[in-house]
């Protein structure tokens, strides 16, 4: 069974510039998450999804991110403009719903802002 | 804020058994302790969970105390490749609470 896909693994950029991330989820899991972690910090939940609604967005700071899941399926994180602080490991994570004990980390997309 | 403490390291040598302590002492009735790892460079990974039971599967053993206010994960033989931060999170079951929050974890070396 394929895990959850991201891309890039690696992104560096010049602050104020764009970025976007994409995330596969495993097949059939309705819930997504995007989580960020910082350099020695456990990740942070920042979106999370259920099938195509963004249920919890509590923590996505919503001046600079912006994020959508298209007929709840994959999902895109995008930074725009992109901060010297936005530098970070950006994880994405699916289960089959909400419920589900385990959820299913995919291996991160390392971004560095320079 | 994480609702657990973890120690921010420990050691273990290769083939004994690694006990990992948590402390959850505000953790509420209908709240689970989960147990993820994370190995260098790869997204977390579900290793078990629990209410109030002792909990075992083909990774760990979980041991909850009976005021459920700590806990510990053992690894009964550990390897090398079981070094990585494991992280000890209490998850609610309600709309608000049902979510993964992490805290820094405790750093596990397993040493030849």
């Known amino acids: 069974e394929a895990g959850v896909v991201q891309s890039p693994r690696y992104k560096i950029i010049e602050k104020k510039q764009p970025v976007a991330f994409w995330c596969n989820p495993i097949?059939?899991?309705?819930?997504l998450y995007w989580y960020r972690q910082n350099l020695g910090q456990g990740p942070e939940l920042l979106i999370r999804y259920e099938n195509e609604e963004a249920v919890d967005d509590s923590q996505l700071p919503k001046d600079r991110f912006s994020a959508e899941r298209l007929k709840g399926v994959d999902s895109t994180l995008k930074i725009q403009p992109a901060e010297l602080g936005d530098s970070a490991v950006y994880l994405c994570?699916?289960?089959?719903?909400?419920?589900?004990?385990?959820?299913?980390f995919g291996p991160g997309t390392r971004l560095t802002v320079t | 804020d994480a609702k657990t403490t973890q120690p921010p390291s420990m050691d273990c040598a290769e083939g004994r058994a690694a006990n990992l302590p948590c402390n959850h002492s505000?953790?509420?009735?209908?709240?689970?302790v989960y147990w993820y790892r994370q190995i260098h460079s790869q997204g977390p990974q579900y290793i078990i969970h629990?209410?109030?039971n002792n909990e075992t599967n083909e990774m760990a053993s979980l041991i909850i105390t009976e005021d459920r206010k700590s806990s510990t994960l053992i690894l009964p033989h550990a390897t090398l490749r079981d070094t990585a931060v494991y992280y000890c999170?209490?998850?609610?079951?309600?709309?608000?609470?049902?979510?993964?929050?992490f805290g820094t974890g405790t750093r596990l070396q397993v040493f030849p």
């Open positions: 994570a699916s289960s089959l719903d909400r419920f589900s004990y385990e959820q299913y």
């Open positions: 097949s059939g899991h309705n819930t």
């Open positions: 999170i209490v998850k609610g079951v309600s709309y608000n609470t049902d979510k993964l929050i």
């Open positions: 505000t953790i509420s009735g209908n709240e689970y």
């Open positions: 629990g209410l109030k």
